[in-house]
């Protein structure tokens, strides 16, 4: 039994803690009664509470087209319909009615699978990709030609019409006993035959090449030559898929300029445009670096005099009223670099060249780096003359 002092003690801890309990009910009711009270019709912040919420509903509700957002997960719309119209199917709607990429079986009974991540999640529909179309090789162009079989020709020249090599390289081959006509060594320089005598190189029969004409809207950085012992890139390389004949350019433009430039196995005609004596026309466009003055049009156009003799100008101008560095300019000549020497003469950096008119011959219709074969239209008239 316990002494009197410890049972008027445990009574009166028993007592407190009822007491204790009592006023942790109390506090308890108190809290809910604070929680559950109704919310004054004022904020914090002073202004009334239906305001304000309504303020808050617009900022963070915003509207997009007759639907917003909604608060509520399980309401929002996806990311798929959120601007989808009524008058327009989803993407997943489509996908789903066509065939193409429905996920059930097809007609042989077998699933279409489609290739799945290390999620094993799926990628979707695959992207058909057409294939590209390859486009047709050009015809090449047979030209007539009425050439007088009896006709004497060098023998050099025929080798080199038949695309063996040129003419300074045929002589050393005469020369050295290598070439045959008529199962005769001739070693003697400008020998003639006729197109009817038979002629072989290193005992390989050869026969004149058919004619070709090739015009190259040539772009920049290529060099004008048959072969660059720099290893630089060439417009050879441009062409070469053009035909199997060996074609060479006329003429000659800088590596930096650009514009038409005619390649033919034609010696005679290439002889004919690029002769001094013939006068062919040249048209370019130049881009300066600055402003050209008036004066110095004037003065070019009078005449330039250069180190290798005076220059004169058949017509020159400004491509535009608003561009003053754009100059047009059109000559006779076929010297070296005339065109860049001439602006050079009074203090002016070419930027730019292009050459856009070559003995009658344009680039219309021909992009840079492309090329096409003369009309027989185009080469009757470069053989008549017809082109200044």
């Known amino acids: 039994m316990k002494p009197n002092n410890e049972e008027k003690h445990d009574r009166k801890s028993g007592d407190e803690s009822k007491d204790n309990s009592s006023s942790s009910n109390k506090n308890d009711n108190k809290e809910r009664k604070i929680i559950l009270r109704k919310p004054s019709d004022r904020s914090d912040s002073g202004q009334p509470r239906q305001q304000q919420s309504s303020q808050d509903n617009r900022r963070r509700r915003p509207r997009v087209g007759e639907r917003g957002y909604s608060s509520d997960q399980r309401d929002r719309p996806s990311s798929r319909n959120?601007?989808?119209?009524?008058?327009?199917?989803?993407?997943?709607?489509?996908?789903?009615?066509?065939d193409r990429y429905s996920s059930s079986p097809d007609r042989r009974g077998q699933q279409s699978s489609y290739p799945q991540n290390k999620r094993g999640e799926g990628y979707g529909p695959r992207k058909v990709i057409k294939p590209l179309i390859k486009k047709a090789p050009f015809k090449q162009i047979k030209y007539k030609e009425n050439a007088d079989p009896n006709a004497p020709i060098r023998l050099n020249k025929y080798l080199a019409n038949a695309g063996v090599c040129s003419r300074r390289e045929a002589d050393n081959y005469i020369q050295a006993g290598a070439v045959k006509v008529n199962d005769e060594v001739v070693s003697e320089l400008g020998t003639k035959i006729t197109r009817a005598d038979s002629v072989t190189f290193h005992d390989k029969p050869i026969s004149l090449e058919s004619k070709v004409y090739v015009l190259l809207n040539k772009p920049k950085g290529f060099v004008t030559t048959?072969?660059?012992?720099?290893?630089?890139?060439?417009?050879?390389?441009?062409?070469?898929?053009?035909?199997?004949?060996?074609?060479?350019?006329?003429?000659?433009?800088?590596?930096?300029?650009?514009?038409?430039?005619?390649?033919?196995?034609?010696?005679?005609?290439?002889?004919?445009?690029?002769?001094?004596?013939?006068?062919?026309?040249?048209?370019?466009?130049?881009?300066?670096?600055?402003?050209?003055?008036?004066?110095?049009?004037?003065?070019?156009?009078?005449g330039v005099e250069l180190e290798d003799g005076e220059i004169l100008v058949d017509a020159i101008s400004y491509v535009t009223e608003e561009d003053l560095t754009q100059i047009g300019i059109e000559i006779h000549s076929g010297k070296n670099r005339i065109v860049r020497r001439l602006f050079e003469k009074f203090d002016y950096r070419v930027l730019k060249l292009d050459r856009v008119y070559f003995a009658g011959l344009t680039k219309k219709n021909l992009s840079r780096g492309r090329w096409r074969y003369l009309t027989e239209k185009e080469v009757n008239m470069l053989r008549m003359g017809a082109f200044d």
Not at 84 to 92: G, L, N
Not at 265 to 279: I, M, V
């Open 226 to 302: 048959t072969d660059d012992p720099e290893n630089r890139k060439t417009v050879m390389d441009l062409v070469k898929s053009a035909c199997s004949e060996r074609i060479y350019p006329v003429g000659r433009l800088d590596r930096g300029t650009t514009g038409v430039l005619l390649l033919t196995n034609d010696g005679d005609l290439a002889s004919k445009l690029t002769h001094p004596r013939y006068e062919k026309r040249k048209i370019y466009q130049v881009w300066v670096d600055k402003p050209v003055t008036t004066e110095h049009m004037q003065a070019i156009a009078d």
């Open 82 to 98: 959120r601007f989808q119209t009524s008058d327009r199917p989803s993407s997943s709607d489509r996908y789903q009615s066509s």
